[in-house]
Structures are given as structure tokens and as C-alpha cells.
């Protein structure tokens, strides 16, 4: 029998345990780089322990952003990440997902038969807004030109609802135009189809209508405002069009109403944008933007890069970027079809309403927003309330228990109201919405009790809503 001993020992390096190594036992460089490497499994339990004291994504109700995909996806867009979304040549199945994931938004979206419609992915809604934005100013340009209009006269005017979101803001200080806010009121919680046209002249570049104001969450009545723009526009040579900001609503909408008229079937819609990252239910990084026809996408916009041997046009504001976002899309197109989609969202409704409904019950709020549209509910405190807190108070109270809700005033004109918003997402079911009321209810009755100074009733600020 062999005996072992001592001289038979291997020469090898032991590891040091995650939490006996150097680099948990010191304060690591933030600002600067380190001078030696950390060890991958240090490196990444470092950075972890960093990110414990945020919050849970999932409590998250501010966001409009999804916080869950299927662990097939993940995988999916994990094993991706290093594709080029703009090399087409490199990657053309990409290209054609892309692709794919474009025709089967524009069916969506009720493109019409006659007519060449275009599209692309973007890194957000916000780019899409921007490129949106782009070709509606450039195409005014165009025609006015043609029309002999003094292009050095007056800025260019863009028209929106004073309930944009800020990307819009962003458009117009980037492009060099003027920002034309139609002012919402207690009657008018969307466009206001009585005066919108008022704000339009000869160097109007376009209309934005929003299918989902970010603050409240309605719709803009565009059948209506198409109505309008048609009527303008047999009027005058200096046409105008809408553009369709459907962050929210635009793969949400036509799940839930088919039959709403909010896109391509209406003559004067010429583009819309949508976010991928929302009810098309991917993680944050993809938007959607389409032109009804060619003729609303200048050509000086588009550009040709080279695509197995030939040229391939392409619109965009940014240039490399991962396609596992584009991946993730699809994968959600086709795992879910339009049966899943609607399944999903319909369970979102469900729960928006039910938690409208519980929290109306408290007596002590009025609904701005019921969640029968988009799942977003929205309540203020009632104006004859006895306690002392404000709704400041409620989301401080609510993010002890990990509850992210913000609290916040309206927008211009409407801006001494002060409410608080709950965006129902995907992975948020009646089981967690069951829990939320009873934290809410307890939330409540603490504060009732506390014996502390309560934010002032008429500052009025912002509380987590940066979305």
C-alpha cells in the first residue's frame, strides 16, 4: 500500500475568503482608479454590497419603466449584449428583427395600405421623440420654403399640451424652437380642444398630441384634434400635421382599445413614437418611432450605412449601442402574441382599479385618476380634510415600507394642486396590490397618531418623480 505524506502536498494558491480580503477590509478608490486589479468575485460583491441601501424596483411605483422580464429573456438579451445594433453587415438577423419588430408595430399601429411607411428602434422614447421632432420641423421647413415664407422672421413653434414630458423641452432648446404650451385646467386635464388652435400659425412645425400624460396619465382626445387640423388645414397653404407621442399608450392602447381612433387612421397623424421600456414591457433602453409615409421623413434626416453589399437607410441620434434590447422586444412579441399582450395588460387594469377603488374608500382623497385607461391612479387630498399631514408626509411614510410613490404638484396652471401617482406595471399583482392598501391604510393611521412637524401644507415640491 502507497503511503503519503508531506512531500506530497500540491504548490497551490489559496484564495482568500470575500470578506478576509484586502479590499473588504479597506475603503476602495471612488473617485480614481485603483493602482492593482481587484479580484472579479471582490469586485463584484463589492459593487453589490454598494446598491443594498436602494430600492427595491419592484416598489417602485413611480416609474413607468419595467422592472421584470422572463429569466428567457434575460438570458436572451444577456448573450447579446455585445452586438452592434448599427453593424447591420455584421449582424443582419439583427437587422431584421429590427425589422420585424417594426412591421409588426406599424399593424399595430393601423399603417394604411397605400402609403410607405418607416420606422426604427431608438435607445428610448425620448430619442424617438427627438427624431420625431426633427422631421416634423424639417419638412415645415421644406414646404414653407416652397411657399415663400420669411424662415428668418419668427422662431419655429412647436404645440403641446402643458403636460409634456420634459424630452419635449429638451426638443425645442436643442433645435431652436419655441416651446407653445396649451394650458390644462380642472376641465381641460388633457389638450384642450377649444383653444389648441389658437396656438397654431404659418411656423408651426406640428401638433403633439399624448397618448398618456405622464402626471395623470390621460389620453388626448386626437380624433378630435385631427378633426381640427383637417378643418385648418383646407383653410391655408401652410399645412400642419400631429405627431403622437405614445410613450405610454402606444403598446398599451391597442390591447386594451382596438376600436380607439389614436393613430394611423387618422388622416393628420403623420408619426408616432412609443416606448418599448413601458407596456411594451422590455427593460429600460427602447423606443419605437414611425412615419405613416416617406413623404413625412425628409431625406436629408436619413442616412445609408453598408448592409450585405448594398446600402441600408437609417435615422438616429446615437450610433452604437447594444441590440439586446431590440432582442428583448421581439422576444416579447413573439412569446407573448397579441392574446399575451392583452392578457397581461388587462390583469394591469384590473389591479389599477381595484387599488382606485380602495383608496377612494378611505374618504380621504379625491380620484384624479381611476386607471380605467392607462393603469395609472392618481389622487389628491380632498379640500375639507381634517388631518395634518400631506401627501408629502404619506410618501415618507410609505418608503419606510419600501413603497416608492411619489407626491408632486401638476403642471403649469394647475400647479397648486399637489397629488400622488401609482403606475400599476406588469409584475405588480393583486397580491402586492393587497399588500400596498394594507401598508397604505397603516401609513395612514401612523401619521393620524405621530406627534411630529409635518412638511408645510403649501410647499410645494417634488417627492421621487423624475419620470
Not at 397654431?200 to 380624433?223: A, F, N, P, S
Not at 404619506?394 to 403606475?423: N, S, T
Request: net charge negative.
Amino acid at each position: 500500500m502507497t503511503l503519503y505524506g508531506k512531500h506530497d502536498q500540491e504548490t497551490r494558491n489559496v484564495l482568500d475568503p470575500i470578506f478576509g480580503s484586502f479590499s473588504e477590509d479597506h475603503d476602495l478608490t471612488k473617485y480614481e482608479l485603483n493602482q492593482q486589479p481587484t479580484e472579479p468575485r471582490i469586485a463584484y460583491q463589492v459593487i453589490k454590497d454598494q446598491l443594498l441601501d436602494e430600492g427595491n424596483a419592484r416598489q417602485n411605483l413611480a416609474t413607468f419603466c419595467q422592472t421584470y422580464m422572463e429569466p428567457e429573456a434575460t438570458k436572451l438579451m444577456s448573450e447579446t449584449l455585445e452586438k452592434n445594433a448599427i453593424d447591420k453587415s455584421e449582424y443582419p438577423r439583427t437587422a431584421e428583427i429590427e425589422n420585424r419588430c417594426v412591421n409588426i408595430i406599424a399593424n399595430l399601429w393601423h399603417v394604411q395600405s397605400n402609403e410607405e411607411y418607416m420606422g426604427t428602434s431608438t435607445v428610448g422614447s425620448s430619442e424617438a421623440c427627438m427624431l420625431g421632432g426633427m422631421a416634423m420641423k424639417f419638412a415645415w421647413r421644406n414646404r414653407a420654403k416652397k411657399l415663400g415664407l420669411d424662415l428668418n422672421a419668427h422662431k419655429p413653434n412647436l404645440v403641446i399640451s402643458s403636460g409634456y414630458q420634459v424630452c419635449w423641452e429638451k426638443f425645442c432648446v436643442y433645435w431652436d424652437v419655441e416651446l407653445r404650451t396649451v394650458p390644462m385646467d380642472l376641465n381641460h386635464q388633457s389638450l384642450n380642444m377649444e383653444k389648441v388652435m389658437d396656438y397654431v400659425d404659418e411656423y408651426t412645425i406640428g401638433i403633439v398630441g399624448i397618448m398618456g400624460i405622464t402626471y395623470t396619465g390621460r389620453y388626448d382626445d386626437l380624433e378630435k384634434l385631427n378633426d381640427l387640423v383637417e378643418n385648418y388645414n383646407q383653410k391655408t397653404d401652410y399645412k400642419v400635421y400631429i405627431h403622437v407621442d405614445a410613450a405610454s399608450g402606444g403598446l398599451y392602447a391597442p390591447f386594451m382599445e382596438p376600436d380607439l381612433k389614436w393613430d394611423f387612421q387618422l388622416k393628420n397623424v403623420v408619426s408616432i413614437n412609443t416606448s418599448g421600456h413601458k407596456y411594451g414591457l422590455v427593460y429600460p433602453g427602447i423606443g419605437w418611432v414611425l412615419w405613416r409615409d416617406q413623404a413625412y421623413l425628409p431625406k436629408e434626416l436619413i442616412f445609408n450605412v453598408s448592409y450585405l453589399g448594398g446600402e441600408m437607410p437609417t435615422m438616429a441620434i446615437n450610433f452604437s449601442r447594444s441590440a439586446s434590447h431590440i432582442i428583448g422586444q421581439y422576444y416579447n412579441f413573439i412569446r407573448y402574441g397579441f392574446k399575451g399582450y392583452h392578457d397581461i395588460h388587462q390583469r394591469t387594469h384590473d389591479v389599477a382599479v381595484y387599488l382606485a377603488k380602495e383608496i377612494e374608500k378611505l374618504d380621504l382623497f379625491e380620484i384624479v385618476n381611476d386607471g380605467s385607461r392607462l393603469p395609472i391612479v392618481c389622487y389628491r387630498n380632498k379640500d375639507n380634510r381634517e388631518h395634518e399631514w400631506t401627501l408629502y408626509d404619506l410618501a415618507d411614510r410609505l418608503a419606510m415600507k419600501g413603497w416608492q410613490v411619489p407626491a408632486y404638484p401638476l403642471p403649469a396652471d394647475l400647479d397648486q394642486i399637489e397629488v400622488q401617482r401609482i403606475v400599476v406595471r406588469a409584475d405588480f399583482g393583486m397580491g402586492m396590490a393587497h399588500d400596498f392598501i394594507e401598508d397604505l391604510k397603516q401609513a395612514i393611521h401612523d401619521l393620524d397618531q405621530a406627534h411630529i412637524v409635518f412638511h408645510e401644507k403649501t410647499a410645494l415640491k417634488k417627492y421621487g418623480f423624475t419620470h
